[in-house]
C-alpha cells in the first residue's frame, strides 16, 4: 500500500533524498535495533541521525 507512494516521492525528489526499504523476512535482526514494533513504519534521518519514527496506519475498507 505504501510502496507506490514512496516510489513516487522519490522520484520526485531525486537528488535531494533517498529512500531505502527493508525486508525484515529477510533482515530480522534489523527491527529491533531501531525499537520498530509494527510494519509499515517510516524512520526519517538526516546526516546519519534518527530524527524520527512513524508507524503508518491504514484505515479497514470493505
Given at each position: ?12 525528489y ?49
Amino acid at each position: 500500500m505504501i510502496a507506490p507512494i514512496l516510489d513516487e516521492i522519490a522520484g520526485e525528489y531525486e537528488g535531494k533524498l533517498t529512500i531505502g526499504k527493508l525486508n525484515i523476512d529477510h533482515n530480522p535482526a534489523t527491527p529491533p535495533k531501531f525499537g520498530i514494533r509494527g510494519i509499515p513504519t517510516l524512520l526519517l534521518f538526516k546526516m546519519v541521525k534518527l530524527r524520527q519514527r512513524k508507524l503508518v496506519l491504514f484505515p479497514r475498507l470493505n
